[in-house]
């Protein structure tokens, strides 16, 4: 899933400095297709993370949450003791995300 976010930035980066008019050949459309398909198939979830208490904990919560097959993306609010992830639902859950979390040290929850 990792490989896919830099063939999404690129067609972006394609359509818009041509808009869909650069989509001009059927392979271009499939290709344009499959990149909606693919982001459209991610979900993301916010996470309530406990035991944050200094400046390297949110290193080893997005380390642990990043290894989790299917996650496309971790960014974590310190401040707010908070994670948002993106990822595969197809590939991994919401609880399993979590779970690498709570075995790293820092119990995790969706929020909600």
Same mark, same amino acid.
């Given at each position: 899933?990792? &490989?896919?976010? #830099?063939?999404?930035?690129?067609?972006?980066?394609?359509?818009?400095?041509?808009?869909?008019?650069?989509?001009?050949? #059927?392979?271009?459309?499939?290709?344009?297709?499959?990149?909606?398909?693919?982001?459209?198939?991610?979900?993301?979830?916010?996470?309530?993370?406990? /035991?944050?208490?200094?400046?390297?904990? !949110?290193?080893?919560?997005?380390?642990?949450?990043?290894?989790?097959?299917?996650?496309?993306?971790?960014?974590? =609010?310190? /401040?707010?003791?908070?994670?948002?992830?993106?990822? =595969? #639902?197809?590939?991994?859950?919401?609880?399993?995300?979590?779970?690498?979390?709570?075995?790293?040290?820092? !119990?995790? &929850?969706?929020?909600?």
């Amino acid at each position: 899933m990792k &490989k896919r976010l #830099p063939i999404i930035l690129a067609a972006i980066a394609v359509l818009s400095a041509g808009g869909l008019s650069a989509l001009n050949t #059927p392979g271009q459309a499939r290709a344009q297709n499959a990149i909606q398909e693919a982001a459209a198939q991610e979900q993301t979830s916010t996470f309530a993370i406990q /035991n944050m208490t200094c400046a390297t904990c !949110p290193i080893t919560v997005r380390t642990a949450m990043e290894r989790v097959e299917g996650v496309t993306s971790v960014e974590i =609010d310190f /401040n707010a003791k908070t994670a948002a992830v993106i990822f =595969d #639902p197809s590939a991994t859950s919401a609880e399993e995300i979590a779970a690498a979390s709570t075995n790293a040290g820092y !119990p995790a &929850k969706p929020a909600g």
